[in-house]
């Protein structure tokens, strides 16, 4: 049986399936200290970004010649030493595509409520002030062009919903991609023509900030 430590936490369904295929899921967190013992009797061990695997952790896991893969349930690695663990025979793997769209709904809600002023909109009406004027000047996003830097993942979730709402989307990247342009039908730009980059916002001079694209 595949014994898996999650020690900092797993969801119910992911546990449920591993379960379902005869793994057993133990989820327990452990500090540093601890942790050197505990994945002495892991064949995995998940983590998100509470727990440090650290040399220590490998050596103790290497002594012990059970743990055989660290998976990281999110996009950084930082908080394994990966080369240390590969480096020991230990694999690590992470989830690099699961937070994309959430990140993607991020960044578009928070381009939504730029446009609408939400933020500070909120604030001033829990201070019982109703600032109806000072908000009313609002954009509509359709129409507008989006330039996204960085077109991986994320860049690419965003784009596509900026599209879907009537925005106009162009890239920028370091690394093209081929066939992604016409796949997604957002084209590729060079940041030195100005004429191909997009508008861009500025905050006006006055304390009410205007978006203003030109
Ligand atoms: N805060 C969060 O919850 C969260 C979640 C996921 C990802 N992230 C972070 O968001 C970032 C993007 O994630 P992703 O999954 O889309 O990564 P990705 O690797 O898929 O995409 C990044 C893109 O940026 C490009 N790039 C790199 N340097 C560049 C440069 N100088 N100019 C232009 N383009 C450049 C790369 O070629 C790549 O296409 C990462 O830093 C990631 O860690 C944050």
């Not at 898996?4 to 005869?22: H, P």
């Amino acid at each position: 049986m595949i014994k898996i430590l999650a020690s900092d936490g797993m969801e119910k369904g992911a546990v449920a399936a591993l379960e379902a295929k005869g793994c057993q899921v133990d989820q327990q967190f452990y500090d540093p200290e601890a942790l050197k013992e505990a994945v002495k009797n892991y064949d995995v061990l998940v983590v998100r970004s509470a727990t440090k695997v650290r040399a220590p952790h490998i050596d103790a896991a290497k002594e012990a010649g059970k743990l055989k893969l660290v998976i990281r349930g999110g996009v950084g690695v930082d908080n394994i030493d990966v080369k240390y663990a590969e480096a020991n025979g230990i694999t690590v793997r992470n989830t690099p595509r699961a937070s994309s769209q959430s990140v993607a709904e991020l960044a578009m809600g928070h381009m939504f409520a730029c446009a609408r002023f939400l933020s500070i909109a909120g604030h001033t009406m829990r201070e019982d002030k109703w600032e109806k004027k000072a908000y009313a000047k609002g954009i509509e996003l359709q129409g507008k062009t989006l330039g996204i830097i960085g077109f991986g993942r994320i860049g690419q979730h965003l784009g596509v919903m900026a599209k879907a709402i009537g925005m106009k989307v162009v890239a920028f990247d370091i690394f093209h991609i081929p066939g992604i342009e016409e796949q997604l039908g957002i084209n590729y730009v060079s940041p030195t023509s100005s004429a191909s980059m997009p508008p861009r916002w500025t905050a006006a001079p006055s304390s009410t900030p205007t978006p203003s694209p030109r």
